[in-house]
């Protein structure tokens, strides 16, 4: 059945698979930068109310910052999970910056291509603008990578120690072997190709 929302939008926007691929890859960092919020507390070891109110007033950048801090403060961490915490930081930063290009991008049409392509434009410190094409098929892996670092994320979170865990940590998520480590997730950023 053909309703006029399957025709919606009228006016050009994109092709469906690419305008697809970039609604799950903001919907998946939406819950990629909500498993931070935990691990962040867990780590910090804050109240929920303080936690949440601290990771809203800050940037990225300071946040991990903050978490990095934390976990190499903390004594109670064994050092193979804070090995994770640290991944951890690491892959959510690439994870962010692919973010932004993706959500800060230009859809770009080319007469010379057959198939559109996503320019991630950047405006540099000197007011010139640079364009760089990434491929349906790379937004969905960075979706992908966000996915698996949310799940790797969430499970290390239940392994923190801490004062006031969440009361959505299952028993299982707390036991057992920690995860493997999984790679770090390729950058959409202008060195990359």
């Not at 405006?123 to 979706?143: D, F, K, M, Y």
């Amino acid at each position: 059945m053909t309703t006029s929302e399957d025709h919606w939008p009228a006016y050009d926007s994109a092709p469906r698979d690419l305008v697809y691929a970039m609604g799950v890859a903001s919907l998946t960092y939406n819950r990629l930068e909500l498993v931070f919020r935990t691990l962040f507390r867990m780590t910090l070891d804050l109240p929920e109310s303080r936690s949440w109110v601290l990771f809203a007033r800050l940037q990225n950048d300071s946040r991990l910052s903050l978490l990095k801090a934390a976990c190499d403060d903390r004594d109670d961490i064994q050092a193979d999970l804070a090995a994770r915490v640290l991944h951890f930081h690491k892959a959510f930063g690439i994870c962010a910056e692919n973010r932004n290009a993706i959500m800060h991008s230009n859809i770009s049409m080319s007469a010379f291509t057959v198939t559109p392509t996503v320019s991630l434009l950047r405006l540099l410190r000197s007011g010139q603008w640079v364009a760089h094409p990434v491929e349906v098929s790379n937004i969905r892996r960075t979706a992908d990578e966000m996915h698996t670092l949310a799940s790797f994320g969430l499970t290390i979170a239940a392994r923190i120690p801490a004062t006031d865990p969440p009361q959505f940590f299952l028993p299982e998520m707390m036991r057992g072997p920690l995860p493997d480590i999984p790679p770090l997730p390729s950058s959409l950023d202008y060195k990359s190709q």
